[in-house]
């Protein structure tokens, strides 16, 4: 059966076979999404947008096109979700701008109201990028319209055949266009997307309306009715009959007044137990009604608004990344500096505060990543990591030893997410072995350590383990640490600031560095790390 | 202001003008908005839209706590869903400047400065 012309009736087929059709594939949508931003959801917000707008239109009464698609179009705008759900909103509302005052539409109505959709997509935006769903649009609607203009008599069968035909030719063609999807080896999601719809479309014409996948639709109907906002609580519960219930107790009759109330609903009963699952906006009704019946084993309200919510959250965080870095580091300065430095998680700990396993493993479970390298800049730390590391046994965890901090930002920069771990270690190490640490603290008692006599309250200067220089002088204790830390081929010394510093102080350091050490160069990083006011990184 | 950075080769200084150049070029591209607008309204209450030579006008690049923030002014498209247009602004604006200038960016603020009827 040809036919030329599409009654409001098969328009709304066409719609929810689209919507169908859409939502069988938006997995494989989602798994070409690669531009504007790789997050893999245009599949799922281009189904639930247009879903949201078929729900509507196919819920109205009217069989007027032209009220059908004013419907369609303020339902996208209402529901609609991402770029790609965005761009499907501006077609529909320029397709129901061509269309608003027919009943019924012929083929040539029907391609110009495409080209009419091109327009009003193209004007939402200031520099359109070519290879999207944009182009694919635009090249198909125009070149079916140019189609049907010259033929005398075009059933809609061939019209959307041949829209699809040149829709799926510039499908293929959006690498070309667009070098991200050259790059990874894709065709553009939202073309995808837009070409399942029209696919949906003919299916409907040909008789076939699409239905949605049983693995679908549980998924496709929660998800439409939160956008609807409706039965936004999933509410269960469990009642045991009471005696005087039981005799005149009829399932069908507790069904029958849950179901004005939501939907998704189940009633079930065993001997003197029923269960009973409903989606509904109003929880308290459903458990008055319930409660009239007997008494509740079991209660379970939740809400599907906030599940979901959670649920997107959860997905967002979910995709791996192949590596992460967690680094200790005490002082916000530190902590930003290697947050900077790409590092995930920082632990909050150093000299006198280690962190344990513990916190290890609870940094390391709430990264997902393939590979996860740990720095514990301090050789009281090493131990700790090293045994998150053995407990964690199905997760590749890499201790990079690291004694200081200064030795921690270097390996932490030599870090380069394009090569493998063996690489990585190999590089990180090397870095960190050329790193001197030099630091300055106060004694807190007579000592002599290191053949070094030690007064309470002397400045002690500590080059990588161990206490190099003493002195009641800060700025001596400095300027002989350095002296014992810097040789001939250093280039870089760092200057870690830390919150017991002194302003003036700090400036006489700088100024005595590059006034001695000419040939390096003095990097000054505010650290805000307690116990230890100036700690130098050479190297 | 500026994005400091250094390699073995030496040093790299981005400023902000060309950082806000490259978002405004970013957000030229971003489904929904049709123009940059200026900071300040005028007298009338309407924000002036900003030609293309001017869209770093519009842009405002922001170091706080050596953290970076960017705020942009911009104009929406009539009849399109606001709160999706600026989440996909912010979501592409992060990726591309991140992905470009390898540096985090704090926040992407957006300040919707007008709505105009596209016909």
């Known amino acids: ?539 | 202001m500026s994005i400091d950075k250094a390699t073995e080769f030496g040093n790299i200084k981005i400023s902000a003008e060309a950082i806000a150049t490259l978002a405004g070029g970013v957000v030229t591209e971003c489904y929904g908005v049709v123009g940059m607008a200026s900071q300040k309204l005028l007298k009338d209450g309407l924000a002036e839209l900003l030609g293309k030579e001017n869209y770093s006008k519009g842009i405002v690049v922001r170091e706080t706590n050596k953290q970076l923030e960017i705020d942009l002014y911009i104009i929406i498209g009539f009849g399109i869903k606001i709160s999706e247009v600026v989440l996909e602004v912010q979501k592409k604006v992060k990726y591309v400047l991140e992905k470009t200038l390898d540096t985090k960016f704090k926040s992407i603020n957006i300040y919707v400065q007008g709505v105009r009827v596209i016909s």
Not at chain 1, 89 to 98: A, C, K, M, Y
Not at chain 1, 371 to 398: C, G, K, T, V, Y
Request: overall charge negative; aromatic content about 6%.
């Open chain 1, 1 to 539: 059966m040809s036919m030329n012309t599409i009654q409001g009736q098969l328009f709304k087929s066409m719609l929810v076979s689209g919507s169908n059709h859409l939502s069988n594939h938006h997995h494989e949508i989602d798994a070409l999404n690669v531009f504007p931003v790789p997050d893999g959801d245009t599949g799922t917000n281009m189904n639930l947008t247009f879903s949201a707008g078929v729900k509507e239109a196919s819920a109205l009464k009217s069989e007027h096109i032209g009220e059908i698609t004013k419907v369609l179009s303020k339902g996208l705008l209402m529901g609609a979700r991402g770029n790609s759900g965005v761009i499907l909103s501006q077609i529909f509302r320029g397709f129901f701008q061509s269309v608003e005052s027919k009943k019924e539409i012929s083929a040539l109505d029907f391609s110009e109201a495409f080209v009419k959709g091109t327009d009003i997509a193209y004007k939402a935006v200031m520099r359109p990028v070519e290879g999207t769903i944009l182009t694919v649009l635009r090249e198909s609607s125009k070149d079916t319209f140019e189609y049907v203009s010259k033929q005398h008599i075009v059933s809609i069968e061939d019209t959307l055949d041949f829209m699809i035909k040149r829709a799926k030719v510039s499908l293929e063609n959006t690498p070309n266009l667009l070098p991200i999807l050259k790059e990874v080896g894709v065709v553009d999601s939202g073309a995808a997307g837009y070409v399942a719809i029209l696919e949906g479309f003919k299916m409907a014409i040909e008789g076939n309306v699409a239905v949605l996948n049983e693995t679908n639709q549980e998924f496709e109907g929660v998800q439409s009715r939160i956008e609807n906002e409706e039965f936004g609580y999933c509410t269960e519960f469990i009642i045991k009959l009471s005696d005087t219930v039981i005799k005149n107790f009829s399932e069908s009759d507790l069904r029958d007044q849950l179901a004005r109330m939501g939907d998704s609903l189940v009633v079930v009963q065993d001997d003197d137990l029923v269960k009973v699952h409903v989606h509904t906006i109003r929880p308290g009704d459903a458990l008055n009604l319930g409660q009239r019946y007997g008494e509740f084993i079991k209660l379970k309200v939740e809400n599907m608004q906030e599940q979901h919510e959670h649920l997107s959250v959860i997905q967002a965080t979910q995709v791996k990344k192949k590596y992460a870095l967690i680094a200790v580091a005490a002082g916000d300065g530190i902590q930003a500096l290697f947050k900077e430095y790409r590092v995930d998680t920082v632990i909050s700990g150093g000299q006198t505060m280690n962190p344990s396993t513990e916190d290890f493993i609870s940094a390391i479970k709430q990264l997902n990543a393939e590979h996860i390298f740990i720095f514990p800049n301090n050789s009281n730390i090493i131990l700790a990591a090293q045994q998150a590391e053995s407990l964690l046994e199905d997760q590749d965890i890499r201790v990079i030893p690291t004694k200081t901090i200064p030795q921690g930002l270097s390996a932490c920069i030599m870090f380069n997410p394009e090569v493998d771990v063996k690489e990585n270690i190999h590089e990180m190490t090397e870095a960190y072995h050329h790193v001197k640490t030099g630091s300055v603290t106060i004694a807190i008692k007579d000592s002599s350590i290191d053949g070094l006599q030690i007064s309470e309250n002397d400045y002690m200067g500590i080059l990588d383990k161990h206490i190099v220089v003493n002195s009641p002088d800060k700025m001596k204790t400095i300027k002989d640490l350095l002296e014992k830390g810097v040789s001939e081929e250093d280039g870089l010394i760092t200057l870690i600031i830390g919150e017991d510093a002194i302003a003036s102080e700090t400036d006489e350091i700088v100024a005595y560095i590059e006034k001695t050490y000419k040939n390096c160069e003095l990097e000054i990083q505010m650290g805000n790390q307690p116990v230890y006011p100036y700690i130098f990184g050479i190297e």
